[in-house]
């Protein structure tokens, strides 16, 4: 389980160290500072003579690279500043960088290092023209440097991850102590993230809301066949999707559902035929009221939102039994929310940003995570929301907000958000919470795009996702081993 803290509760575990004040604290982050730059060094040729360009701010982000550039000088790198508010660059760590003879200067040479200590958490809002210009004019010059930011990239919100353009963007980024949201939020912007121990309290950070689960956690979560199960002990899904002529979806989000769990998989809809036809496996009817006993319904995917279709969501979200509601399906539910009020049974929402609105008649906004946590609340059911980051948030618990960090974006696909219906449903059939589930779910989801598209990488179809997710659980059970 990893935690990301809010820039207040960060604050408040390094001021419970007692050490902010006689920059213990800082000097700890410099040292780790300096030797994640070190290593990249000597992985890319060696440390010394290597030229490292500090882009200095006002504040102690700046003060963590002038210590940093001291360390680095005094290794042999050749070391350069520029300071973008002289006045106030940290006093003590320029005089710690002058003393080792690095050297300040009002534009760089070429440079193999640009290190980014404009702003960390104390910063708001994009760069500022001079720090862009300064980066610009490195990064024309120098336009292999590798970029380290400090704590984080400068013009990312620490708290929202929300890229305030013109923003840097990292190949590495070394914090402090534990990681800030941004960097799961915002992973992309950040790079490689290195967190440097500072010597925090080791319960700091227990009390963060955004929350990620371990592969390791997953797989040894992940629900398979016990000696004594049959195939309705690990339950069953019910698969409301596609349509006749448009029978994709079905076919994606029951294959999905298939490969997800040793469970049996029942389809309800027009699309009855091309299912078995693909998946013999699955139990195929018309209407959900003709299929047999089901432990949760997944309801939605290409659908439709005609007349048959509202009544299918109908007659399944009055059953009681959890319901996955996706697609199409929260289009209908945005038109009739009284559907959900005489439910009992749990009800996951899985919206893309377009749905959410339309589900909540607001845009997703800045803040993602506030956002889908007043949705589970408002809505009394628990919201997955889509994107690179995927946010889960239950009803009951204000306090837990689970993201999912893809690692790739290969699952950005038409048809991937089917088989992530598909690979939740079967999961909240075998029993498992439903924020469990939603997270469990989309962390196999973007293992398994990854495994499709292989290495280095190439575009895949949703079909190429669902084929991987076995191997996806494979990964995941074994991570834990
Ligand atoms: N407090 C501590 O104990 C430690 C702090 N550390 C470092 O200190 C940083 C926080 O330092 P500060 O609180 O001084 O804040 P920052 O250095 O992040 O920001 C400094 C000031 O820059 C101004 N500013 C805000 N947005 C800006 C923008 N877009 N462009 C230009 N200027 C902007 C603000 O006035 C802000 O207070 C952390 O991110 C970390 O790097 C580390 O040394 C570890 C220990
Ligand atoms: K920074």
Redesign the pocket.
Known sequence: MSRYPTVAQI?AA?AATGL?ANGV??GR?AHGLASAILNHLRDTGGVYGRRAGLVV????????ALYAGALLARRGVAVSAVLLDPAKAHPGGLAALRRTGGRVVVEFGELDVLVDG???????????PA?AAVLGAARALSPSATVVA??LP??VDADTGVVNEPAVRADLTVT?GLPRRAHVLAAPQCGRLVVVD?GLDPGAGRDAVLQSLSDAQVGAAWPVPGPFDDKYRQGVVGIVAGSAVYPGAALLCTGAAIAATSGMTRYAGPAAAAVVDHHPEVVAVGEPEEAGRVQAWIVGPGFGTDVDARARLRTVLAADVPVLVDADGITLLAQNPDLLAPRSAPTLLTPHAGEFARLTGAEVGADRVEAVRACAADLGATVLLKGRATLIAGPDDPDTVLVNEAGSSWAATAGSGDALSGIVGALLATGLPPALAAAMGARAHSVAAHIAAGRPGAPIGASALVAAISDAIRVLRASGA
């Open positions: 604050r390094e902010l604290l800082m982050a701010g006002s504040g102690d982000n700046g003060g963590d404009i702003v960390g958490i104390g910063g708001s809002g994009p760069l500022r720090a400090v704590d400068s013009g402090f500072i």
